[in-house]
């Protein structure tokens, strides 16, 4: 826009008219505008630009915007920071300059993939002040198949096929965005829109264009509205014969989550674009990707390992369970990078048993390599741990698992990234979970089953002596098994051995520091042959209050010393809300069962015992309460929780049963003598 020969930029004019409200009055930022453009090739590879204006609402906002940071793989994209402009309140306009533009390695932990950051220092920001980006990459965001010189190593290891997910929910507030992709018309691209709407068009491109190209300047003060913004090598609109999708969203307010919740990205708004075809596309893919490359060839040393440790083993069952062992305890998890064979394609097997280190992808590629040299059927399988892989074949994934075909013809998920420590073949930590075969032929999309909670029991029983002074002595055990047993386990596995012998005083001094320890006895941790188990026999001077002629105490079981993350994660759960907008999880479907006979004074004269709310529900359910029989009190009390994940409408019954659950923990029996 033009005004007597003065150009004038529409940001400054976006910017005086959002004034100095605040759109959301816990938001540090306001966006005023999100603006992704992405120009297709036929190959597949991508040329993204991606437009930003940020305004900063307070003074917290200001120190968030003082640097733009950009995190990728060389190996698989490029990126250049094409602007960055700062647009002061008292209507100035600074261009940041490429001095203050730094590229480095990105801070790594277990996994050293050669990532890299790029950062801009923007320097100080005042509120009321915005910082405009526009940062072009190419690429994708996986690790390379193969090292080359030019374009080709940008190409998405699917050659031809392009697929995106974007996510059209935000930590703040966002007056508009807009995504936008260009793409050969003979590419059918499929998409969907997940968890709320989007204003979305499809326009088809003439053979030759007539435009005129539109020149962008970054050192003056000009700007294409962010609905028509490409970057400065691209005509505006539409591009001669590829077909524009277009998809937007205006005044996007906060996402709030909710404790407990499911991943935001199964109920926030998002879009998932892809040219695959469906899942069984991306399966046969997978499946050749890796044979052609090798990754599972069996070498003497490998077979010569696997024929070790199969000796005199001739059940299938055990076969598979020291090879899946193996693979997860011999294999530390420390990716590093390896070049070609980086992406969808695993490493050799002959690679990880050598290093002795990798990522899931390597153990599943360990893993399967074994198998084979066991005489197995083997493949890996791909799948997303902690969120939902939906219907349209996007890349919804994030880790990598084993698959073995048993005698029967039934095939048997393994994940050695996840048992360590662990008596399960299969973390059920993962159930409810979208998983994707890589076999002959391919697969759809499938969901790992619920695992009962009876597999995942955790069991905590005693007998115990009340005196007339409130000193309380007994003995309990705590046995768990599956994902309750896991869990113990890795409290110890993940700590020092030196710290074993204090775990269980810690947990009595926190019930009294007055406790005494006479006893104790705990299964190796590292022992995998049984369940893992407990047991203390103790004495707690003091324990019950004596006032007068009355004791009241909480049983020791009732109250349950064992209350830490790794043994009743489920305690932790914020039971605040009556209702909840959204799914929640826990780590696992769950047994809970606690006993405790308690042999108390026989001069008891009068009881006041509490009682509690039996809840039935297919999401969960807990029975329990205390009966007597002369002076000996008996407690018995069942939780039950039936899976890891559950929808909203699932909360109050499962609430009702964990307050029932902690309301034991907390109501006292009072004694009158």
Known sequence: MALHGQTIDPNIG?????????????????????????????????????????????????????????????????????????????????????????????????????????????????????????????????????????????????????????????????????????????????????????????????????????????????????????????????????????????????????????????????????????????????????????????????????????RGVTDELEKISVLNHWAAEQIRYSG??????????????????????????????????????????????????????????????????????????????????????????WSSAEQQQQYLLGIPGGADIMTTPISPADNHSWKLHGESTLSEDGTLEGTLTLEAEGQSDALIRRGFLRGYKSGWDEYIPKLFAAISPRAVISGKSMRDPSDLSGPMQITVTYKIPGYADVLKDKLSFIPLIARNPFSDYNNASELDMDTSEKTKSYGFRMRCSKLVELSETIHVPSKAERWEIPSFEAIESAAANFRGGYTMNGSTLFLNATHRMEKRLYEAKDWPEFRRALLERKKLMETPIIIAR
């Open 14 to 310: 976006l910017l005086q008219a959002t004034g100095d409200g605040i759109a959301d009055p816990h938001s540090t930022t306001l966006v005023l505008y999100d603006s992704t453009d992405v120009d297709v090739q036929e190959s597949g590879l991508s040329y993204v630009t991606m437009h930003k204006l940020t305004k900063a609402m307070t003074v917290a906002g200001a120190k968030e915007m003082r640097n733009v940071l950009v995190g990728y793989d060389p190996l698989s994209a490029a990126v250049e920071i094409r602007r960055i402009r700062i647009y002061r309140k008292d209507g100035s306009v600074e261009v940041v300059g490429s001095d203050r533009m730094h590229d480095y390695a990105a801070p790594a932990r277990a996994i050293y993939w050669g990532a890299r950051e790029r950062l801009v220092e923007v320097g100080r920001i005042e509120v009321g002040d915005a910082v405009e980006t526009v940062i072009f990459r190419k690429g994708f965001t996986y690790a390379l198949l193969a090292d080359a010189e030019d374009d080709s190593r940008f190409i998405p290891p699917m050659r031809g096929h392009f697929y995106d997910i974007i996510e059209f929910w935000s930590s703040v507030p966002v007056m508009e965005k807009v995504y936008r992709v260009f793409i050969p018309k003979d590419k059918p691209l499929q998409y969907e829109v997940y968890n709320g709407e989007l204003t979305s068009s499809i326009h088809f491109a003439p053979e030759f264009s007539h435009r005129v190209k539109v020149e962008v300047n970054p050192s003056v003060s000009q700007r294409v509205t962010p609905e028509q913004y490409l970057h400065p090598s691209h005509d505006l609109a539409t591009t001669p014969g590829k077909t524009t999708y277009t998809w937007s969203k205006k005044y996007i307010v906060p996402f709030e989550g909710e404790p407990d919740m499911v991943s935001p990205s199964d109920v926030a708004p998002k879009l998932l674009v892809s040219t695959s075809p469906d899942w069984y596309a991306k399966s046969v893919w997978f499946h050749k990707v890796n044979e052609d490359f090798g990754s599972f060839e069996v070498t003497p040393e490998v077979r010569a390992t696997v024929d070790t440790l199969l």
């Open 336 to 425: 590093i990078s390896m070049g070609t064979g980086e992406g969808y394609t695993l490493h050799p097997g002959s690679m990880t048993f050598s290093d002795r280190c990798g990522v899931c992808k390597d153990k599943a590629g360990m893993l399967v390599t074994m198998l084979r040299a066991a005489g197995f059927e083997s493949y890996p399988a791909m799948t997303m741990a902690g969120s939902r892989i939906d219907r349209v074949p996007a890349d919804q994934f994030n880790h990598s698992v084993s698959v073995v075909k048993r005698k029967n013809g039934d095939w048997m998920l393994l994940d050695p990234t996840w048992i360590p420590g662990v008596r399960e073949m």
